[in-house]
């Protein structure tokens, strides 16, 4: 088990972008940046099988149109596994949407959007990804807004064999991100700018074909490894469908016209698809 805070020399190297993403504050800060030029992007230096991931944002403000910020845990190669975060940028006063989607053996095609009850613009929000071996929890300041079972009894691949990295990334998508691609980003608002602070991990760090877990934690990290076993409790099951009624903009498992041989095999397992 390995508990990762805080620090972002410590956890994260800058990918590309230059000067546009910057470590700021002795580590406890990171800004990713996007201008016509380029975007910016970090990721983690360790990969993680399993945990619980803690990041807090700021998104873009203003007229963000046609930008996206992605956070994600993603391995490498043809059939990879992904968990996704991304914030679709939009006009001024219209709210960001939340795009969500798991990739499990290269397929992925599980999109769910969500609309947030804040503007996550004016302030830090904290944004979780519970993966355990049998559900992945999405949350939004603690507030659960997706879980995607293991359903793999029934057929469904689920991400539990390849290490991932943190990912995160502000890049221009113009040409699909906002209502389509039919709003394009407004270059004369640049540099469009997304900060992150408050990184935390509870994880099993996968170093040389090994994971740091053992079978059992110990004393001092069993309370903070109940995201091994975690699921919705009574509340956690109000708020996940409070979520879902009065913000999801969009769910593969309801789109028919895009399955027109059948829903997705797991979307009739879970009430909370």
């Not at 546009?20 to 380029?38: F, H, M, N, Y």
């Not at 939009?90 to 947030?116: C, M, W």
């Not at 407004?186 to 469009?192: E, I, R």
Request: hydrophobic share 35%; aromatic share 14%.
């Amino acid at each position: 088990m390995a508990a990762s805070a805080g620090n972002f020399y410590q956890a994260f190297d800058i990918t590309w972008g230059g000067n546009r993403a910057q470590i700021l504050e002795g580590g406890q800060l990171l800004t990713l940046s996007l201008d016509k030029t380029s975007g910016s992007g970090f990721q983690s230096k360790n990969e993680y099988l399993f945990g619980r991931i803690d990041m807090q944002l700021k998104l873009v403000a203003g007229n963000s149109a046609g930008t996206v910020t992605a956070y994600y845990l993603s391995s490498l190669g043809p059939n990879h596994d992904e968990i996704d975060f991304e914030f679709l940028g939009n006009l001024s006063g219209d709210p960001y949407i939340l795009h969500t989607n798991v990739f499990a053996q290269g397929k992925g095609n599980r999109e769910q959007q969500f609309y947030l009850w804040f503007d996550p613009t004016l302030n830090f929000h904290t944004y979780s990804i519970v993966w355990n071996p049998k559900r992945i929890i999405f949350l939004v300041d603690n507030i659960p807004i997706r879980v995607f079972n293991n359903e793999e009894s029934i057929g469904v691949p689920f991400p539990k064999n390849q290490p991932m990295r943190i990912y995160s990334s502000l890049w221009n998508a113009d040409d699909w991100a906002t209502r389509g691609g039919l709003v394009k980003t407004d270059w004369s608002k640049a540099p469009f700018t997304a900060s992150y602070r408050n990184f935390n991990a509870e994880a099993c760090v996968w170093s040389s074909g090994a994971s740091s877990c053992t079978s059992k934690p110990t004393n001092s990290l069993s309370n903070s490894a109940n995201w091994r076993t975690q699921d919705l409790d009574a509340n956690g099951r109000r708020r996940i469908r409070w979520v879902q009624k009065y913000y999801m903009v969009y769910n593969y498992c309801r789109d028919s016209r895009r399955f027109p041989q059948g829903l997705p095999t797991e979307c009739r397992r879970s009430r909370f698809l």
